[in-house]
């Protein structure tokens, strides 16, 4: 964990952004896999981790707004877990890693709520994803598991995501280092892939690779399918001839997240058919990237990345008319019906689990109901020290064609018959995490290859 | 999964053992990690898993007692999540896969469970162990998510019990093929050691070597410090001399658990003294295992490797006295402080979600109340086809040797200086899944070497 300092400064800046009343964190609980004792490796609470720094299962906390208390509640071990388990941390030591003044046993927690509810104060809370902790909540205020989310603090949502937006530089440094170590799942599965290799094997390596050193920050995408964007299984053989993309992410000690995506050939060389895609999708990132600085909005970048598309599949034929026109009518979506990033820190999808819209969007700037452009997760303005994942594509997505293709939809647009040539070339993505600076950008972590060339190199040949 | 004919004749039997009303099954629902879009890998439910074969989330089920009708509730994918997902199954497909008469759409479970409640039909469930099937069953019936286990229906689980203990060839081949995956990871890890490794990488690489197949059965114990027994962190290094206790399970394809332990030295070979400590846990399990068959009660054969210990003990000079005697009164328990297994199956503490006790004991046979014994979580008499775990132990617990050795307890049995001098030698623990057949038992999977000698041949000698 960072210094205790860090958690106390972090808890302050809260205080100073929020107006009265009772501010009440969940800790994540153990999460059972199977039965009670089974559980799935523990995985704490993002803004948990922010505020408080604690990384074990039980914790709960409350910052008092009005008199500026802060107070940890977690349970001491018993004596039979320390002869079973170890010594283990104490509520003392909890203590001393947030920086909190008073720590208590968790028991205490429900009088406390409970009293400030009865005096009218306000208490805020945030919405919870978690059966067992939306329990808790119940049974501390009474709000059922149903209401939790639209009974959640915007105002206390906001706060934290007005802090947790701008990362430090420890926190860029944490960043760097889960890339870093995605990097060597990314290296791992370039050194492995081949025709024959099966998507579970290479997903089981590059995970692994991740798992020697902290772990990984989302469950693996390694598919032959990339079409299907949200594909989970690893169900395949890797044929001569496809490309593989692998969307994956270690995380730092720290549980920072990396969220790394690169387009591989099976054989070790593209085709040149899926070269030129590949380019396209390649150029469109580094236009993007190339644009991000602070006062620019999102949204603005994502646009420039979809007309580096259009007119990169217009020089293949597969589009065609006004590249800007075909933009601002979402004619790309049916290539590329995904959003440019997403904001990268202790979540990979960072803060996500507040709302998307709160992290995302602004009073002013709202969502689009365009096809494909409905789906960015971020549209309001950079600002220094945010970091983004920067991940354009391109997606032959066998319904999506169909549905399109039938309704000759968009057809001053794109070029249906050319669409037909492509359809069986599959996905390709390229993502990297990318930090705003005072003066524009910087892609995180040592760089990975993503040219054609490059990757060709390094996959092995056969 | 097995052909539909074999859920159909699993619930055909669970409905000819129990009375009336409604049975109510839930699947598990996915289990969010960080927030509701980034999830856990997906754990069935082990009884939705026996009665029903279906292995993804969000699936209900019914079986209407009196008229014998069985329901599977789910939902159809959407077109969108086809889109991005690709093909998947949908509610005909899953009928199919369990071969219940009637599928319906989910959001019809409510009315039909509301209503059999209105009429005062009996609605039998389990005991719910995850958060968000709690507050499922609390949207269903109103019963609080606190009060699931102690309104759950004894009758349902008596009868589960008794159905899943007994094991069919189909499922005893499931378990050997686990076995088998899980002795890759022990050699795997036998390969690997060395001074200096880490826990952390030697747990990664014999994890990774269960998901290039099939995956884990329950997070993996590999420590040095054995002597602790729910230790679950991997932090330490490995030194010449010490030993490792690796307790790992890999899955069958069909989830059922494997479930092995052996005792390895770092450098490749045993100390005098270890191997003195190695060999009495040996002679303790192989005695058991020896003495398994159907009819006889496992709390014998648990007390029969006390005895065993005891009297290896007192070879050393650890113990002394009389060795029946020293069992009864529990001496034994300084050094073994557990039970000698459980059943295995779907579950690696097979059926435990059902609540210990109704799983290993009966009305007469009680669980003891004496320290050591008292964790032992199967008493009850043998049948054929039970697969039991069988892992006796010798652990030095630092905390516990300072609690009895201040109170000399029972030291007419136990020589508190010889403990002194054995004390820092840590834990060993030899554990192989052993089925109760008509005439004895078989010890499943291929054999994995576990005699001192055969052990250190397959470590790495540095």
């Known amino acids: 964990m960072f210094a205790s ?30 039965y009670p004792d089974t559980v799935y490796p523990f995985v704490q609470d993002a803004n948990f981790l922010y505020f408080w720094g ?8 409350l910052i008092d707004l009005d008199s500026g208390a802060e107070t940890i509640f977690g349970k001491n071990p018993t004596v039979e877990q320390i002869l079973w388990g170890g010594p283990q941390p104490d509520l003392a030591d909890a203590q001393a890693v947030c920086g909190a003044e008073k720590a208590l046993d968790r028991d205490k927690l429900d009088g406390l709520v409970k009293q400030a509810m009865d005096q009218g104060r306000k208490v805020h809370f945030l919405p919870q994803y978690r059966g067992e902790n939306r329990i808790w909540l119940q049974e501390l205020t009474g709000i059922s598991p149903g209401q939790s989310g639209q009974k959640a603090s915007t105002e206390l949502i906001r706060a934290i995501v007005a802090l947790r937006e701008i990362k430090t530089a420890d926190e860029v ?18 050194r492995d892939i081949k025709p024959g290799y099966t998507e579970k094997e290479a997903a089981a390596r ?13 469950p693996i995408i390694l598919t032959t399918q990339g079409y ?46 899926q070269k030129a895609l590949y380019n396209i999708v390649l150029k469109a990132q580094l236009a993007a990237i190339e644009a991000m600085a602070p006062g620019v909005e999102f949204r603005k970048v994502h646009k420039l990345a979809a007309l580096v ?16 026109e075909a933009v601002a009518l979402g004619a790309h979506a049916l290539f590329w019906p995904a959003g440019l990033g997403h904001m990268i820190g202790l979540g990979v999808h960072d803060m996500e689990e507040l709302g998307e819209d709160y992290v995302g969007y602004t009073g002013t700037i709202k969502r689009s109901i365009q096809f494909g452009t ?8 950079l600002k220094s020290g945010m970091v983004m994942t920067v991940e ?4 032959f997505v066998p319904g999506l064609i169909k549905l399109w293709s039938g309704e000759r939809r968009l057809s001053q647009f794109i070029n249906y018959d050319m669409v037909d040539k492509y359809k069986d070339l599959a996905g390709y993505r390229i993502e990297d995490d990318v930090l705003v600076t005072d003066t524009g950008y910087r892609v995180l972590g040592k760089p990975i290859p993503k040219t054609a060339a490059q990757v060709e190199e390094l996959c092995h040949e056969s």
Chains 1, 2 share one sequence.
Do not use: W
């Open 5 to 34: 300092e860090v958690y106390q400064e972090r808890r302050s800046r809260l205080k100073k952004s929020m107006s009265n009343g009772l501010v009440l964190f969940f800790g994540n609980q153990e999460s059972p896999m199977s």
């Open 228 to 273: 299907y964007m949200h594909i989970r299984g690893h169900e395949n053989v890797m044929r001569a001839g496809d490309v593989v993309i692998q969307d994956c992410g270690a995380e730092s000690q720290l549980h920072y997240a990396g969220d790394i995506t690169r387009t591989l050939p099976v054989s070790g060389r593209f085709s040149e058919a």
């Open 206 to 218: 590059a995970v692994c690779t991740a798992q020697l050193e902290s772990g990984t920050s989302f």
């Open 309 to 324: 598309t259009v007119k990169g599949l217009q020089e293949l034929g597969i589009m065609h008319g006004d590249a800007e």
């Open 173 to 190: 440094a944490e960043l760097e280092k889960a890339v870093d170590l995605t990097a060597q799942m990314v290296f791992q599965t370039m």
């Open 374 to 381: 409905d789906r960015l997760r971020m549209a309001k303005p």
């Open 54 to 61: 604690l990384d074990s299962p039980g914790f709960a906390a």
């Open 392 to 395: 354009p594509g391109l997606y």
